[in-house]
Nanobody, 115 residues
Framework: QVQFVESGGGLVQPGGSLRLSCAAS????????MGWYRQAPGKQRELVAG???????NYADSVKGRFTISRDNAKNTVYLQMNSLKPEDTAAYYC?????????WGQGTQVTVSS
């Protein structure tokens, strides 16, 4: 069993920055590619950014150039640096394997971008 705990969300003004963290615990030897996902009210959950065990990355078009995903394998943690935040980035953010495993969804961390 694997558990993911997301943190770092909050309320930020447009143009601001946040850094999200995802701490993994449990049977983590199986972790390879990881992803950050988000779900806005009334919308489906979407992949925002992904990273392989070798730190190759990919991003949704909507966040390219603004978000950066990274990982620290020694700390079993994945990060999402979010810059130039926009109101449309408002959502609950989750981490999970890539592709995601249903039973591994955590509580997420809320990001609200508003003036």
């Amino acid at each position: 069993q694997v558990q993911f705990v997301e943190s770092g969300g909050g309320l930020v003004q447009p143009g601001g920055s946040l850094r999200l963290s995802c701490a993994a615990s449990g049977n983590i030897f199986s972790l390879r590619a990881m992803g950050w996902y988000r779900q806005a009210p009334g919308k489906q959950r979407e992949l925002v950014a992904g990273i392989t065990s070798d730190s190759f990355t990919n991003y949704a078009d909507s966040v390219k150039g603004r978000f950066t995903i990274s990982r620290d394998n020694a700390k079993n943690t994945v990060y999402l640096q979010m810059n130039s935040l926009k109101p449309e980035d408002t959502a609950a953010y989750y981490c999970n394997k890539l592709p995601p495993v249903g039973q591994y969804w955590g509580q997420g961390t809320q990001v609200t971008v508003s003036s």
